[in-house]
């Protein structure tokens, strides 16, 4: 009897421990990152980043489930990019917008549909940045905008990490349109404020 109760045991141990191994391991994704990019030295004291966007974190918003935000990865080319060098003023970035939200799609229910995979989700994101030169008073002496959208449909069935996947290259993609945006829009409105 003992015997039978050891050999319970383990089995159930081993049954566990099976369905533990079944979950596919969390993926890890790359920082995103601007670090490897000339920054732009500007003649300004301080650097503030100011963020406008409240996420109201329920659904269709999903930004607070995203591995990485849109505005976590504006706030981060901010820091990578903008370098204060001066001696008094400020560089403010605020970020206006960095929305993405979740759109069901109708997929087929019939029988046909069983055998075809659809495009059940679509996410919509957009990114609005103002990067903002302010005097000594924090009066604002220039300003340029920079804004992106991206939309991306995925197919029903996929994984929680494949998810993850697509929506850290949706928040990579709009901070890189901002860069694009922001390098050109600083040199042509900014550039006073460039060392």
């Not at 050999?7 to 421990?17: E, F, G, K, N, S």
Request: charged share 25%; hydrophobic share 40%.
């Amino acid at each position: 009897m003992r015997h039978l109760h050891l050999v319970v045991a383990v089995l159930a141990t081993l049954a566990v421990t099976a369905c533990q191994n079944t979950k596919p391991p969390m993926q890890t994704l790359p920082e995103i990152s601007f670090a490897n990019l000339r920054p732009f030295n500007l003649d300004v004291g301080q650097l503030e980043i100011v963020s406008e966007y409240v996420p109201p974190g329920r659904s269709p918003n999903i930004e607070h489930l995203m591995p990485v935000s849109p505005e976590a990865a504006a706030q981060r080319w901010a820091q990578d990019r903008l370098k204060p060098m001066g001696r008094d003023g400020y560089a403010r970035v605020v970020i206006r917008d960095a929305k993405v939200i979740e759109v069901p799609l109708a997929i087929d229910k019939g029988l046909t549909g069983a055998f075809k995979k659809e495009q059940e989700m679509r996410y919509d994101a957009t990114l609005d940045v103002a990067v903002q030169i302010l005097d000594a008073r924090h009066m604002v002496v220039g300003e340029t905008v920079a804004r992106s959208s991206r939309s991306r449909t995925v197919t029903e069935g996929i994984t929680l990490n494949e998810r993850d996947r697509v929506l850290y290259d949706i928040s990579e993609s709009l901070a890189k349109d901002i860069d694009e945006q922001m390098s050109q829009l600083i040199r042509n409105f900014l550039g006073r404020w460039v060392l």
